[in-house]
T-cell receptor, first 114, second 113 residues
Framework: AQSVAQPEDQVNVAEGNPLTVKCTYS??????LFWYVQYPNRGLQFLLKYITGDNLVKGSYGFEAEFNKSQTSFHLKKPFALVSDSALYFC????????????FGIGTKLQVIP | DTEVTQTPKHLVMGMTNKKSLKCEQH?????MYWYKQKAKKPPELMFV???????INESVPSRFSPECPNSSLLNLHLHALQPEDSALYLCASSRTGETNEQFFGPGTRLTVL
């Protein structure tokens, strides 16, 4: 079985400050972790993924995420938040034993305040 | 072409109607997905096709009937829907394998009266 948790419904951050959106996961095999962003009334866009290798993953629009195996976490980060980053962010997990299943977190709404 | 297209963008239907949602991609992806998304909720996986064969059906009611006529097209046939089926229906595609990211279409906003 696989599951993913996003403990915060909403994160507020001032423009220019660093942001973190949290994600923890549970899988049976090796985890494959993804972050997607959804802007209002639009489909989802892929930001980045962790498959194996370097624990720090860099993605689109200046986002990065750190994989921590011992804490089973994959937090999304950005050093300087922009108002245009305001959106809904989903953490997604798949695992090598998941047989194509895809599990989404509940989503975290990021609000960047000018 | 890195785009997934979905038609129509909006659909309003009665509970006795039959309608279809369409999804198309030309990225050569052999895995395609249907999701249902309610407002302010995460997408819920409905169906997965791999090499044009249905590989996952997440216990979706039979009033939803998927079809994958070829490697570029994915349809979702709708019949006798309920008002609670009103939602945003998202199509996605990817290369096969769990390590590959999905490309999502913009969705079809479905309202069942």
């Amino acid at each position: 079985a696989q599951s993913v948790a996003q403990p915060e419904d909403q994160v507020n951050v001032a423009e220019g400050n660093p942001l973190t959106v949290k994600c923890t996961y549970s899988v049976s095999g090796n985890p494959y972790l993804f972050w997607y962003v959804q802007y209002p009334n639009r489909g989802l866009q892929f930001l980045l993924k962790y498959i194996t290798g370097d624990n720090l993953v860099k993605g689109s629009y200046g986002f990065e995420a750190e994989f921590n195996k011992s804490q089973t976490s994959f937090h999304l980060k950005k050093p300087f938040a922009l108002v245009s980053d305001s959106a809904l962010y989903f953490c997604v997990v798949r695992d090598e034993l998941g047989y194509q299943k895809v599990t989404f977190g509940i989503g975290t709404k990021l609000q960047v305040i000018p | 072409d890195t785009e997934v297209t979905q038609t129509p963008k909006h659909l309003v239907m009665g509970m006795t109607n039959k309608k279809s949602l369409k999804c198309e991609q030309h990225m050569g992806h052999r895995a395609m997905y249907w999701y249902k998304q309610k407002a302010k909720k995460p997408p819920e996986l409905m169906f997965v096709y791999s090499y044009e064969k249905l590989s996952i059906n997440e216990s979706v009611p039979s009033r939803f009937s998927p079809e994958c006529p070829n490697s570029s097209l994915l349809n979702l046939h709708l019949h006798a829907l309920q008002p609670e089926d009103s939602a945003l229906y998202l199509c996605a595609s990817s290369r096969t394998g769990e390590t590959n990211e999905q490309f999502f279409g913009p969705g079809t906003r479905l309202t069942v009266l």
